[in-house]
């Protein structure tokens, strides 16, 4: 089994900064990618930051320059670091992590963690 937790939200004003992390744990045989999303209330949950053919990175066009994704594959974690947060980030954002398990080496299944709240006050 497989266990992805994000941490690090919590309330912050207008132009602040938060650092989430994303730790995935559990019988991982090997992580093929690990991507933020966020949902705000009412919408669609979408990509925030991710990477691409393992190392590249991709950002929605409304948090580039401000928000970045990094990793430390030794500790199957990936953080976001968002700067001058903005009202309209206010959302859930979740982790999710595509994994391949010792039971399953061959398959890879994408897990959600349980998500963390984000809220930026004006």
């Known amino acids: 089994q497989v266990q992805v937790v994000e941490s690090g939200g919590g309330l912050v004003q207008a132009g602040g900064s938060l650092r989430l992390s994303c730790a995935a744990s559990g019988s991982i045989f090997k992580i093929n990618d690990m991507d933020w999303y966020r949902q705000a209330p009412g919408k669609q949950r979408d990509l925030v930051a991710g990477?691409?053919?393992?190392?590249?990175?991709t950002y929605a066009d409304s948090v580039k320059g401000r928000f970045t994704i990094s990793r430390d594959n030794a500790k199957n974690t990936v953080y976001l670091q968002m700067n001058n947060l903005k009202p309209e980030d206010t959302a859930v954002y979740y982790c999710n992590a595509i994994v391949a398990t010792h039971a399953n080496p061959y398959k890879y299944t994408m897990y959600w963690g349980q998500g963390t709240q984000v809220t930026v006050s004006s």
């Open positions: 990477f691409t053919s393992g190392a590249v990175t």
